[in-house]
């Protein structure tokens, strides 16, 4: 705003606002004619220049004629007729209607001025649903979510498998040419299934792994689909130590993925066992716990892959190739946003007790389908594995008799692991040592003889908790989910949403109108043969007792020469009957005098 328009606009506030009653609206009128601007814009500026006093907070603010309870069977209903999507098939004045129609809620208030009951509004009750933080918007916000922190590099780390959406691989071996291919939309997209599949077995997929404490981003290209396999090969490679500025390796303490058939294979499920990598897959649904790694993929979108287009790129080693000089430099260079330096830099924080060194990579491989066998204790508390003895009694709560699952040990051919479940549903890995004999057999050890904080529940949650068990019936959460699971009817069937439809509707008088002066067609019978007519008038009789006879053939054929009418059939029958009943009357004997 210029300083003359400014100027001119607080001399129009000051005038106005030591003008009369009613004289407010001149000044203004005249500025706005003057600075020619609408008397909208006008007050606009005056807002912006000048104090304005806060409007006094009502007296009842706060404080609705909606009744809690009504408030909540509003709102169940009204997340009961959500879809999954968020979208509400139930307006919140639909809801009303269909609430009160069922007695169900009154939604009142008395008119202090007349002293009759009215009833609420749909705008009232929308705020007061707002004012009792029950209103589908509040309910379905996010939940807090709670700040994940690791402890140190090789802590925590994360993987996930990306289906690459921009290319595909045609491996072939002209050097000029570029065996990725782009994937054009025109081309494939899903009204043109056929093409996808075609390219199925060529498409790429990226498996990404971060280190949750410096943020290092590992990313390796697969053929073919998430798998077990190609999880486990991936993870082999991203733990051995490459050497220069590929610095990322190591064992991982806790390996966070999604809950996929892959990712929870039992092939991936060895190796970790093995290896004593706790597996923290995340809960369905919640993607947010991997949040790292899913937006490595979104880095590797724009800052790498972008580039594929322009290089040569003929088989999978070449693109492997090319994926680990660009994870190199952008780990050495790019700084983080969180510990504002680069990956690498933070990474090489790592101390010498927190960096456990890999086996080579067939070892790794071996273990990958090593899976865990069952022992059983022996009385000396002792199992046998792989042809060795080892001693079990370090292992908490061990029974004789009991059995145990026991794997291979990755860095000691001396000792195995025995896998535990823990109180937090976790496995636990204790290391069992190899039972050593002397020359005589017996244990160098044996007697000689003669000596996991989560956020309180918000009051939404609390809200939609108490809403489930209103829904359902219920008077506790593990009720309300058995009653979910059971598919039962909401509001336990008493909720009729047609009832309204029972309502009696105004009577209508008939309407008048013109007669339609179009008469139905008369339908000529083609008349039937004599012996035809006989056959339907003989059964038409024998219903009522006559009996067909040769004569009446006579006359059928001497009354209709030309062929029997057919809906004369019925008088025919008749008539044939009569005349029956009185030829067949019963003699009287008379006596001659």
Not at 339 to 344: L, Y
């Amino acid at each position: 705003m210029s300083t003359v328009l400014t100027e001119r606009v607080m001399a129009a506030a000051l005038a106005a606002r030591s003008a009369g009653h009613g004289g407010k609206g001149a000044i203004y009128d005249a500025a706005c004619r003057e600075l020619c601007i609408s008397r909208a814009t006008l007050m606009k500026k005056i807002k912006e220049l000048t104090l304005t006093s806060q409007r006094k907070r009502r007296s009842d603010a706060g404080h609705s004629a909606l009744q809690r309870d009504e408030a909540m069977l509003i709102s169940a209903l009204l997340m009961e007729s959500t879809r999954k999507n968020g979208k509400r098939l139930y307006s919140v004045a639909d809801a009303i209607d269909t609430l009160r129609a069922n007695g169900m809620i009154r939604a009142e208030f008395l008119d202090i001025v007349s002293g009759e009951l009215r009833p609420l509004s749909a705008c009232t009750i929308s705020r007061a649903l707002r004012t009792y933080g029950l209103h589908p918007d509040q309910l379905l916000a996010p939940a807090p979510v709670t700040e994940l922190a690791s402890l140190h590099p090789n802590h925590v780390w994360q993987i996930d498998a990306s289906l690459c959406v921009l290319y595909y691989l045609k491996p072939c071996t002209d050097t000029r040419a570029n065996g990725l291919r782009v994937m054009d939309h025109a081309e494939f997209y899903k009204n043109k299934p056929k093409n996808v599949a075609r390219i199925a077995a060529d498409r790429v997929w990226s498996y990404e792994i971060t280190d949750h404490a410096s943020g290092w981003l590992y990313v390796e290209y697969v053929m073919g689909a998430e798998s077990g396999e190609n999880l486990c090969s991936v993870l082999i490679n991203a733990i051995q130590e490459r050497g220069g500025a590929d610095l990322l390796h190591g064992i991982p303490q806790v390996l966070m993925l999604d809950a996929g058939s892959a990712n929870t294979a039992a092939m991936t499920r060895n190796l970790c066992h093995s290896l004593g990598i706790k597996l923290v897959p995340h809960k369905v649904g919640n993607a947010r716990a991997t949040g790292q790694v899913e937006n490595a993929r979104n880095i590797i979108e724009r800052k790498f892959e972008p580039g594929l287009k322009f290089q040569p790129v003929n088989n999978l080693d070449e693109l492997n190739a090319l994926a680990k000089k660009w994870r190199m430099h952008f780990n050495a260079t790019a700084i983080h946003r969180r510990h504002n330096k680069t990956r690498s830099q933070l990474w090489m924080s790592i101390l010498a007790s927190q960096l456990t060194k890999a086996p080579p990579i067939e070892v790794c491989r071996e273990l990958a389908i090593a899976q865990p066998e069952s022992r059983k204790v022996s009385p000396k508390l002792r199992v046998s594995f792989l042809g060795r003895e080892y001693d079990v009694s370090t292992v908490p709560d061990v029974m004789v008799g009991e059995k145990l699952m026991v794997t291979r040990n990755p860095w000691r051919s001396d000792a195995a692991q025995v896998v535990l479940i823990g109180e937090d549903g976790r496995e636990v890995f204790h290391v069992v040592n190899e039972v050593v004999k002397n020359e005589f057999g017996f244990a160098e050890t044996a007697t000689t003889i003669g000596e996991f904080k989560q956020h309180a529940d918000t009051p939404a949650q609390t809200a939609l908790k108490q809403i489930e068990q209103i829904v359902t019936g219920t008077t506790s959460p593990t009720e309300a989910e058995a009653a979910r699971k059971a598919k039962g009817i909401p509001f336990n069937g008493q909720l009729d949403p047609y009832k309204h439809l029972d309502d009696e509707l105004p009577t209508y008088l008939p309407r008048r109108g013109m007669t339609h002066d179009l008469s139905a067609p008369k339908v000529e019978l083609p008349p039937l043969s004599h012996v035809e007519a006989a056959k339907q008038i003989k059964a038409m009789m024998a219903t009522t007792g006559g009996i067909w006879t040769a004569d009446n053939f006579q006359w059928l054929s001497q009354r209709f020469p030309s062929g029997v009418p057919q809906d004369q059939l019925a008088a025919i029958t008749v008539e044939l009957s009569h005349s029956l009943t009185e030829f067949n009357a019963p003699l009287r004997v008379v006596k001659v005098a």
